[in-house]
């Protein structure tokens, strides 16, 4: 089922809906190996958008690292919990 930019948006919420309140940063590698890697192309065209989209709405923040990753902000954790 093809998934658009809203779609991939609350995949990316939901995924930190289940880990918890305590964890306010995704699993290492959750997001480019098993999340990005499940997408067909059109989707990861679209997968980009979404993390700006969520990142310029205050939800979540980038951290960088070897692996790129998303931390909950305290707005995304108000808005999911």
């Known amino acids: 089922m093809y998934k658009d930019k809203k779609a991939i ?6 995924k930190f809906r289940t880990l918890g309140s305590e964890q306010d940063l995704l699993p290492p590698q959750w997001l480019e190996n098993d999340y990005f ?7 990861k065209k679209l997968f980009k958008k979404a993390v700006q989209e969520l990142v310029s709405s205050g939800l979540v923040e980038q951290v960088q690292g070897p692996i790129a990753n998303l931390r909950l902000t305290q707005k995304g954790a108000d808005l999911i919990h």
């Not at 948006?9 to 939901?14: F, H, S």
């Not at 890697?37 to 989707?43: A, H, R, V």
């Open 9 to 14: 948006k609350r995949d990316i919420l939901d």
């Open 37 to 43: 890697e499940s997408l067909d192309s059109q989707e």
